[in-house]
């Protein structure tokens, strides 16, 4: 690295052929176990956008398409734009912390909170918080800073979440996602009991066609698996365990619809559908989703890092009601 804000690679031959931000990535990675600074150490995900805000040039043109070919002897010249003020207002909001470190935080997130701005949800979100909780110790993408979301939950999903709190930690994160070595499992309460007690589900998904707000299973969609067992039977209901093998949008949700069990109170994917003498399981106010276990590798040291929680009261107490029949 020249200075704080250029950092100036050479594509060898092991990374020619590679697509330009994956042979990038590579070389980063190279230079921070040299240098041990974590300044250079770039995600895919940061390169593109540094792409697309047009900081990364190639033998001095300004290079568009993450998706080239790197070609050996190219040069490459990075330039990291200055953190800028996100838009997001940092917000005091509690957050309930199970895990914190300088390179991470593991947290447990509660029904109903989004987890970044957007339409209808100026504020009160994750990102909120976690603003004002960490300053500008974030991860900094493109320029703006950020906290490093790593993975999302919806706004109804409660749980386990990692947040990365730099880009080294963003990028050792997002290749545990890649590679799978990141674990996550889901407990869910769906309509009725899976004929199959345990099994793997795999099944493509992506935006429906008909309503761009919902995603579908699609043959030309992108792959997704998800792994199932039955804890509880219940009868008209069941306590399923979720892990997670590819994160898509949705993807519990759908697959547990598409099977015929949707979670109990989604209403996106049929799981408040009206059914008679089963009014315990139609006016549940959300879907019974929650993320219990968070397994990963920290970026630091390698070491694996095992967290698990409770399901929230309203979950809670749905499970007692199932058990008594009543």
């Known amino acids: 690295m020249n200075d704080s804000s250029v950092i100036r690679l050479c594509i060898k031959n092991e990374q020619s052929g590679l697509r330009a931000d994956k042979a990038l990535a590579v070389l980063c990675l190279e230079l921070y176990e040299q240098s041990k600074d974590e300044a250079v150490s770039l995600s ?30 190219e040069e490459y010249k990075i330039t990291l734009p200055p953190a800028e003020k996100a838009a ?39 990102v909120n918080a976690l603003l004002a909780h960490c300053g500008e110790d974030l991860s900094g ?77 699609r043959s030309d969609g992108k792959r997704a698996v998800t792994r199932y067992r039955v804890l509880e039977d219940f009868g008209v209901a069941s306590l399923i365990e979720c892990k997670l093998l590819t994160g898509r949008t949705h993807q519990i949700r759908v697959h547990m619809a598409h099977k015929g069990h949707p979670i109990v109170g989604d209403t996106v994917y049929g799981g408040r559908t009206a059914r008679k003498g089963e009014e315990l399981l139609t006016k549940f106010p959300r879907q019974a989703l929650h993320a219990i276990k968070l397994e990963f590798l920290h970026p630091k040291d390698g070491k694996m890092k095992r967290f698990k929680t409770v399901v929230p009261k309203d979950m809670e107490k749905l499970l007692v009601k199932l058990k008594s029949g009543k």
Not at 150 to 155: A, E, I, M, P, S
């Open 44 to 73: 895919r995900s940061r390169i593109q956008a540094l792409m697309e805000a047009g900081c990364i040039e190639c033998n001095g043109e300004k290079l568009k398409d993450s998706s080239r070919a790197a070609k050996e002897g």
């Open 88 to 126: 997001p207002e940092p917000e005091n909001i509690p957050l309930d912390i199970i895990y914190e470190d300088e390179y991470v935080i593991v947290l447990n997130k509660p029904i109903g909170m989004v987890v970044h701005p957007g339409a209808g949800n100026k504020g009160g979100t994750l």
């Open 141 to 217: 993408i493109g320029g703006e800073i950020r906290p490093g979301i790593v993975h999302r939950l919806d706004k109804d999903t409660s749980g386990l979440m990692i947040i990365a709190k730099n880009d080294f930690a963003h990028r050792k994160l997002a290749e545990q996602f890649e590679n799978r070595s990141l674990s996550r499992t889901y407990w869910a309460v769906v309509w009725g009991v899976p004929e199959l007690r345990a099994g793997e589900i795999e099944l493509s998904v992506g935006r429906s066609a008909r309503d761009r707000k919902k995603i579908a299973i």
